[in-house]
């Protein structure tokens, strides 16, 4: 059974940084994509960064790039979103989601998700 936990939301003031971490458990990280995406109140959930195990660096929505950084470390099979600058527009509930068989556009694992609010 695949879980994947995050842990790391808060409440944290315009221009400060937060780290989140989505541990896994029930399967390696090391071959399969992870991502992250939020939901704001009111909106749709939306992309924010992924890795693949190949790749180096990360992917990011435009709005987030320059100031969030995904990461991951094989050893802990967790996956980090390091986020700074944080606005007030970046509210919202974090999941991270990894892929099985099928896409980033439609994961097999969710997690439960973890708030950060970011005041003004």
């Known amino acids: 059974q695949v879980q994947l936990v995050e842990s790391g939301g808060g409440l944290v003031q315009t221009g400060g940084s937060l780290r989140l971490s989505c541990a896994v458990s029930?399967?390696?990280?090391?071959?399969?994509?992870m991502g992250w995406f939020r939901q704001a109140p009111g909106k749709e959930r939306e992309f924010v960064a992924s890795?693949?195990?190949?790749?180096?660096?990360?992917r990011y929505a435009d709005s987030v790039k320059g100031r969030f950084t995904i990461s991951r470390d094989y050893a802990e099979n967790t996956v980090y979103l390091q986020m700074s600058s944080l606005k007030p527009e970046d509210t919202a509930v974090y999941s991270c989601?990894?892929?099985?068989?099928?896409?980033?556009?439609?994961?097999?694992?969710w997690g439960q998700g973890t708030q950060v609010t970011v005041s003004s």
């Open positions: 890795i693949s195990p190949y790749s180096i660096s990360g």
């Open positions: 029930g399967r390696s990280i090391t071959t399969t994509t």
């Open positions: 989601a990894a892929v099985g068989g099928g896409t980033l556009n439609r994961p097999d694992y």
